[in-house]
Structures are given as structure tokens and as C-alpha cells.
């Protein structure tokens, strides 16, 4: 009888096996994206003759070695960069031991135990270990999670990455050009102090009408207010820049008036099927897709029971027994655990249908970043065309007042003009010099505008491909 009861149950050990591996594979699929790009950019991009400028190096078109040594510096000191390393760090340490729950683990407990009848007490200790197989799906939803969260914190790495470039820059550009705009109103003001000074004599000899002199007068005292933008201008950018390199005061050598910078000749890298690669939002919102598809799998998971294998090994010491006698001893078990949910009022299936319904804002949210990438870059396009344009035609103006005032000092030397003409020549010319260094910062801001929504910076050091090149790419590592 005892083996005719024993066949049966070996009869059902193989299929009740073969259908836990079948349930084992019960899982969450990942959605489709599917993400909404064009096939092309709408505008042109800028300087189609020129090489593509580089994603992780695109500031390197200034040819600016003092912006180049500014935005390394940042990349290693900025302390919002260092905080998303250490952030990744972190989620990086934890995804690599994301399987070690599905793993055995070994624990030692003790306790103290008394008789109900208060007649004797024990101090009962052992070893147990448990070993969850992490089935139905359980264990890739872990993953999911894991992973997720690690490329998260990845985006938000190179996030800050690419923020800190397109600042250091941006405050580059608008200090150097505060410093050229205060060296261009400073000659104004001296051009309409010798213009009054000019007025003054005229006037006393009956040469100029009566108002001329207050006119030259207000102008000169508007040039001097003038002086007040740019360099409150220069002292924010410097202030900036500090905070952007992680110092408590700006570098003296900032201060020291330098030449603007100046774009050169670039073309655009890439099509829109790239932003997907380099725009950390996009990658962001990619993360948060594969970490709600874990969450779901997780709740899938709990609709199901809990499979494992257990083992312990437990003694207990009588430590204080009326009766005058100890007693020790010990027990070992080991066999699977089953743990079956069965009525919750639906709370498993509520949360398993919520995670369906955030999974699929998360794919929505993707979509929507996709989209706005896009539009990011193709506005900054048109605004960089647009701004291009702009810089041409200024700079057509200040060189035909350039040679305007060329013209006025030959007639003046000749005894043809009046020196008050010529400081009107040289008034128009340096307007036109502030127009065009206004026109020039308006480009190269337009041009980091492009890069910072393209997600151009340079990658991590850890995350450079082999045999990449280490100057345009690299910068320090968090």
C-alpha cells in the first residue's frame, strides 16, 4: 500500500514542474515606442560646406582656448555634476546586486522562549536560509526596475552635463560681450565729450544754435549712463561662471577685457533619428518606460504565489528550569515554500491594473518628449537662420560706415570738413560696431541654444567607447 500511495505522487512531480517553468515566464512585454520623428530637419542647417561639428566637443568652433579650459573646469568641479555622479553611483551599486534577492540567504537568529506555565525558560538560536526563485515574472520585473532606474540616473548625469556646457558658454559669450560693448561706450562717451567741447567753441563764436550745446551735453550724460548695462553684465556673468565652476569668486584674469567670440564655420551633425541617442530627456523618459514596465511585473507577479525553497537548523538551551535539569538540543527542516494569495478584496488586481495604466503614461511621456525635442531643435534652427542673417547684414552696415569715417578723415586732413563731421562719422560707426557685437552674441547664443537641445556634451569618462578620441569627447569624469 505504501508504494502504490507513493507512484501517483512521482507521476505528478514531473508535470507540476513543467508547468511552475511555464508560469516562471509569465511576464510584463515591453511596448513599442514607437517615437514620432521626422526624417529630416524642416531648416537648413548652418554652413552645409563645412564639417559637421561635434556633439561632444561643439563649443570648439568658437576656437576659444580660454572657453575650452572654462568648460573642462566645469565638467570637473560643477557641483550639480557631481551630485548626479554620485546619484548614478549609487543606483549603479544597487543594480548590480538586483539579482542577489533571487538568490539563497543565509540568516542567524536567536530569541528567548518561556513555558506557558512559567515553569521554565529557553534560549532557542539557529541558522535559516530561504531561497526565492523569483518566478512568474517576478525576477525580470526586478530587473526591469533595477535597470530602469540606473539609466535614469544616467539621463540626469548627462542632463546636467549638457547644462553646464551650454551655461559655461552662454556666460562666456555674454561676459565678452559686455567687455567689447563697455570699450565701445567708453569711445562713445569720449566722441561726445570732444563733441560738446566742439559745440561749446562754435557756440561762443555764434556758430551753433542755441540748443546745441544742451543737446551734446544730454548726450554725453546718456553715454555715460549707457556704461551701467554692460557692466552690470560683466559682473553677472563672471558671478555665473564661479558658481559654475564651483568657486566662491570669479577669476580675476575674466575680468580682463578679451576679444569676442567668434563662430566659425560649422554644419549640423546628425539627423533627427540621432536626437534619440544624445538628448538625455528622451533617454530619461525611455528609463521611466522600462522602470514602469518592472513595476508592472512586479504587481503581475504578486497576483501569484510565491515559490521557494527553505532550510533551518535550530537548538534550544533550557537557561532556567524549576524542575533543576538543562537541556539541549537540536532540529533541522528543509523543504519548499508556498506562499498563495487568495482574497484581498482585489487589491493585487487594482495595483497590477494602475502600474498597466503608468506604464502607458510613461510611453505617452516618451512620445511627448520625443516631440519636444524635436521642436526644440527645429526652433533653435529657424532662430539661428534667423540670427545668422542678422550678423551678416550688421556687419555689412559697420563696414560701410567704417568707410564712411575713412572717407571723413581724408576730408578733414584736406581742410574739406569739419572735425565735428568726423566725430558724427565715428559716432555712427561705433553705434553700428555696438549693433553688430549685440548681432554676434545673439548668433552664438542661438548656436548653444541648438546644442544644448541636440543634448550635445561630452560623455562621462567611463562611458567613452574604446578608441574614442579623449580631447573633444572626454572631459573629467564625476
Known sequence: ??????????????????????????????????????????????????????????????????????????????????????????????????????????????????????????????????????????????????????????????????????EVVRNWVELRTAQQQEQLLQQIGELRGRQLDLLKVRRRLQLAPPGAVDQAQAAAAQAEAALAAPRQAINEAAQRLAVLLGQNHPDPAWLQAGPQPRLGAWALPGTPADLLRTRPEIAHAEADVLRAAGELGLAHADRFPKLGLGASVIWATDLNNNKKHTVSNGLASVGPLFDMPLFDWGLRAAAEHAKSHELKAAVLAYRQAVLQGVAEVETALGTLQQQQQREQHSQAAWQALERVDGTLRTRVKLKLDSPLALADGRLAADQAALELADARASHSLAYVALFKALGGAPLPADEVPPGAKSGNAAGASP
Open 1 to 166: 500500500m505504501a508504494e502504490a500511495a507513493i507512484v501517483p505522487r512521482r507521476r505528478w512531480r514531473a508535470p507540476l514542474l513543467g508547468a511552475a517553468i511555464a508560469l516562471a515566464g509569465c511576464s510584463v512585454a515591453m511596448p513599442k515606442l514607437g517615437p514620432p520623428i521626422p526624417a529630416q530637419w524642416q531648416h537648413a542647417a548652418a554652413a552645409q560646406s563645412a564639417a559637421p561639428a561635434d556633439l561632444r566637443g561643439w563649443w570648439r568652433a568658437f576656437d576659444d582656448p580660454a572657453l575650452n579650459t572654462l568648460v573642462d573646469q566645469a565638467l570637473a568641479r560643477n557641483l550639480d555634476v557631481a551630485q548626479m555622479g554620485e546619484r548614478l553611483r549609487a543606483a549603479r551599486t544597487l543594480q548590480r546586486h538586483e539579482g542577489a534577492r533571487y538568490l539563497p540567504s543565509l540568516n542567524l537568529r536567536t530569541e528567548q522562549t518561556i513555558d506557558p506555565d512559567a515553569s521554565a525558560s529557553y534560549l532557542v538560536s539557529g541558522f535559516d536560509s530561504t531561497w526565492d526563485l523569483g518566478l512568474f515574472g517576478r525576477a525580470q520585473g526586478t530587473r526591469r526596475e533595477a535597470q530602469g532606474a540606473l539609466e535614469a540616473s544616467a539621463a540626469d548625469l548627462q542632463a546636467a552635463r549638457v547644462s553646464v556646457v551650454a
